[in-house]
């Protein structure tokens, strides 16, 4: 685009200032400034911010009523521990990945920077024996699935695949990618491994006047994780601009999609169970939850927010909401959240159908610009702009039907957060988290483990505690790693 349609298009957009600049680059700095506004759609952008403005002008009204928020309904959820039930919706998910039906999508777009650490979160170890990252946990489980189900649906070795949509972010792709090709992928077939990138938007200010971080660039900052939908519309790479997630999704003909998060060393990527527990809903969306320890836990609840699912954070409920009880004395409001879904491919592709009318969230910032007088930078002392993100949970009001799973804690979660040394959702919790759940495998399969031994069963051997048979009335009292099952015998 040349610079006049260029200048007249960003002038119409109340945007003009951003080529205030421009007779004072470099033909270098024009092309690049140039490149980066021709791709800006300023004009969502406009509309995203007098949306998030208004949105928030309402819910700050004293004058307007305030929403009217409710537990989950009665038959709006279930939970796990019903063996009969279990069994069937372990059934129903795997025959669905044994005809390869299904397909996984990962946010891992964060770094590890409370952690210390300046690598992409899934590159992290933990601390555990085999010192496997959370990237190789994850793709090692995928792997075991689709053994499970090639094994338990009479399919060919090597047919049921479970592609892996890994969203990564602008700061975060290269390393992702280079960790991948050094470590071979983990075993997977690269064709079979997605990358993509979360979306970003520009950095603006109070007045939603777009801000440059350098004479030739914006100010830009991720879209948040709800960025997840946009970024499945937008071309996987430069030179074919045709394909897409979404597109690939179509061509493989993958109609349900698990989507989590990488901070979780206990995540059961592609769970059976609640793949079943979701499609047997005939769910467009699910949610899974886990109960909240108390009814202070600083955690989101899935609950209803004017008669519509919704996330509610815990500082939109009352002292006397959080405590409140049911007839079965648990929490009325306990189904905490923990960034765990269910899609169909189908309600994917619906999202950008009502997208526009999704509210971003504000988040007020000090953000460092270029002044427009002067070209010179500013790095303010407080806050001067904003940073617009958008949640993954923000499409669940639009969801017709919409389901939710309530698991146990200690085998589905366990987030890694904060610094080494915390106490509380940092790796030493989740070392723990994970070696003790692997204790409970063994003893679930009949086997004694000897206090203070500690065992690591790779996710190739046992993704939630099958195919381990062999070990009913041993006894364990040597710690190691276990790579496949034949290893075990060495620890007794």
Not at 455 to 462: A, G, H, M, R
Request: glycine share 8%.
């Amino acid at each position: 685009m040349s610079y006049d349609a260029l200048k007249a298009r960003y002038d119409a957009a109340g945007q003009g200032h951003l080529l205030k600049l421009w007779p004072t680059l470099s033909p270098a700095e024009q092309t690049a400034l140039a490149t980066q506004l021709d791709n800006l759609n300023v004009e969502r952008v406009n509309r995203i911010y007098k949306t998030a403005i208004s949105s928030e002008a309402t819910t700050l009204d004293p004058n307007v009523p305030s929403s009217v928020i409710e537990p989950l309904p009665k038959g709006a959820s279930d939970s796990v521990g019903d063996a009969a039930k279990d069994k069937e919706w372990r059934r129903i998910g795997l025959e669905a990945i044994s005809r390869g039906q299904v397909g996984v999508l990962l946010m891992a777009g964060g770094q590890g920077t409370r952690l210390g650490s300046s690598a992409p979160k899934g590159c992290y170890d933990i601390g555990l024996p085999s010192h496997k990252s959370l990237f190789q946990y994850q793709a090692e489980r995928i792997a075991r699935l689709q053994t499970v189900a090639e094994n338990e649906f009479n399919k060919p070795a090597g047919s049921v695949i479970i592609p892996w949509y890994v969203m990564t972010s602008g700061p975060t792709r290269r390393e992702t990618l280079a960790f991948f090709t050094q470590h071979a992928y983990f075993g997977l077939k690269p064709e079979n491994v997605i990358f993509f990138e979360q979306g970003t938007l520009p950095c603006l200010t109070m007045e939603g006047k777009v801000l440059l971080d350098s004479p030739s660039h914006v100010a830009v900052a991720p879209d948040g994780n709800g960025g997840l939908y946009a970024a499945t519309r937008s071309p996987l790479s430069p030179s074919d601009k045709s394909r897409t997630v979404l597109s690939d999704l179509a061509q493989r003909k993958i109609l349900y999609i698990h989507a989590y998060c990488v901070d979780n060393c206990l995540v059961r990527v592609a769970d059976p169970i609640f793949l079943g527990y979701s499609i047997s809903k005939q769910a467009d969306c699910a949610a899974k939850v886990v109960p909240k320890t108390h009814p202070t836990e600083s955690v989101g609840v899935v609950a209803y927010r004017d008669n519509k699912p919704s996330v509610v954070e815990y500082s939109e409920i009352s002292k006397e909401q959080a405590e409140r009880r049911d007839e079965s004395g648990e929490l009325s409001f306990r189904a905490g959240n923990i960034a765990n879904h269910f899609y169909t491919t189908a309600y994917l592709n619906s999202v950008e159908s009502f997208e526009e009318e999704l509210a971003f969230h504000i988040a007020r910032k000090k953000i460092p610009h270029i002044d427009m007088e002067t070209g010179e930078v500013i790095k303010p002392s407080k806050p001067n702009g904003m940073k617009l993100e958008m949640f993954v949970f923000d499409v669940f009001p639009y969801t017709k039907r919409f389901a939710v799973l309530e698991v146990e804690r200690k085998e589905d979660f366990s987030p890694l957060k904060n610094a080494p040394g915390t106490g509380s959702d940092d790796p030493d919790t989740s070392r723990r988290d994970l070696i003790t759940q692997h204790k409970r495998f063994l003893e679930r399969a009949g086997a004694t483990v000897k206090d203070g031994v500690e065992i690591e069963i790779s996710p190739l051997v046992s993704y939630a505690g099958e195919g381990l048979e062999s070990v009913n009335g041993k006894t364990f009292t040597k710690s190691g790693i276990v790579e496949n099952v034949e290893e075990l015998d060495v620890l007794v």
